[in-house]
């Protein structure tokens, strides 16, 4: 079968269109036929192998599974031994490491059937970037009516489902994006927009109840300045920092100061599940959530994907077509 490989952690130059053998599932796997990848910072993050802390679960010095990719959506075409949920030939999505290739494995605890009202490519657009936005706005973080959300990276994969839920919650959101994404993130539900490099999020009076943080590594006494005394910060996360814990240091601060605070302060670290596709999927079979495709790349331009990812300013997911 034809995968996108790499045999160094690097940059996008050291993906390979190659023929590979094909997969073979374990016990509580199945082996999905890919129709359509995602293309996010969680790939880029297996791709470069950093931060370099990363590498402790990823392969210290290559990558251990050199196949690319995470998300992926396809049919199921073989299942294994201890597999009851699915069958040859469902339609399935979700968390399929090594999805650039025409096969890859995938935990069935890890995939759902796709939803039907939804491509393969706008179905994969949904899992790791959903997912995230759903866990984020739960518990202490799911906003009531009325309350005030701030998205921070809205017009991004993750932050265009937060701004969707938040405001399918009833919540009024405000969306931070760069200059050119002010139409797209009222268009997936922002009542206001800030420009970030013209606006801080605290000029203003606005204080938020509830702040999901996907981008631009604030540090945590700005992000506690926009949130009321008892509000919620999620950290989800933001590119850069140091090139060994990269931007997680902030995470880890916020979780320890948060037991002598009033506020509450979060760092996300998501979980692929099922029940959570499962409630995408319910929510896009409703319209109450839709998965905006930035552009749409062949596999065998994958390099090309990943380079548009790191420069490109992407509106919503980037998808590859297998
Ligand atoms: N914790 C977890 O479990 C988890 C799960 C998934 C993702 N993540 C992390 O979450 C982050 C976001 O992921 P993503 O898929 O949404 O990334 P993405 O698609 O690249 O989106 C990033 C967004 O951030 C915006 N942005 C860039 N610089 C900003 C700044 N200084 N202030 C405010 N917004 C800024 C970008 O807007 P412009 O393009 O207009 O600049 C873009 O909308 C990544 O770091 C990713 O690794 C964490």
């Not at 996300?268 to 099922?274: E, G, H, K, Y």
């Given at each position: 079968m034809k995968a996108i490989v790499q045999d160094a952690y690097g940059s996008a130059d050291l993906l390979e269109l190659r023929d590979i053998d094909r997969p073979v599932p374990g016990d509580d796997e199945v082996l999905v036929e890919v129709r359509a990848a995602g293309v996010g910072p969680?790939?880029?993050?297996l791709m470069t192998g950093r931060p370099y802390v990363a590498r402790v679960a990823l392969g210290l010095r290559k990558p251990k599974n050199p196949v690319r990719g995470w998300d992926g959506a396809g049919r199921v075409e073989a299942v294994g031994a201890k597999v009851i949920e699915f069958k040859p030939g469902d339609e399935v999505f979700g968390n399929c490491e090594g999805s650039f290739a025409q096969y890859a494995r995938a935990k069935a605890a890890k995939i759902a059937p796709k939803p039907a009202n939804l491509t393969f490519e706008q179905a994969v657009a949904l899992p790791v970037s959903g997912m995230t936005a759903l866990q984020a706005l739960s518990g202490k973080g799911r906003p009531r009516p009325g309350q005030k959300v701030l998205v921070i990276g809205a017009s991004g994969g993750v932050g265009c489902y937060a701004v969707q839920l938040a405001a399918m919650y009833g919540a009024e959101v405000t969306g931070v994006c760069g200059p050119t994404g002010a139409d797209f993130v009222r268009s997936q539900g922002?009542?206001?927009v800030i420009d970030y490099t013209r606006e801080d999020i605290t000029d203003g009076?606005?204080?938020y109840d509830v702040i999901v943080d996907n981008a631009g590594l604030r540090p945590l006494p700005v992000l506690r300045r926009a949130l009321t005394p008892r509000g919620t910060l999620v950290i989800v996360g933001g590119e850069g920092g140091t090139s060994f814990?990269?931007?997680m240091s902030r995470g880890l601060r916020a979780v320890t100061l948060s037991p002598f605070v009033g506020q509450n302060l979060r760092n996300?670290?998501?979980?692929?599940?099922?029940e959570d596709l499962l409630t995408l999927k319910d929510l896009?079979?409703?319209?109450r959530i839709t998965p905006p495709i930035d552009r749409t790349y062949p596999l065998?331009?994958?390099a090309d994907a990943l380079r548009h990812l790191e420069k490109g300013h992407p509106r919503g997911k980037i998808v590859l077509t297998v």
């Open positions: 969680e790939v880029w993050h922002a009542s206001h009076p606005h204080r814990f990269g931007g996300l670290i998501s979980v692929a599940r099922r896009a079979e409703q319209d065998a331009e994958a």
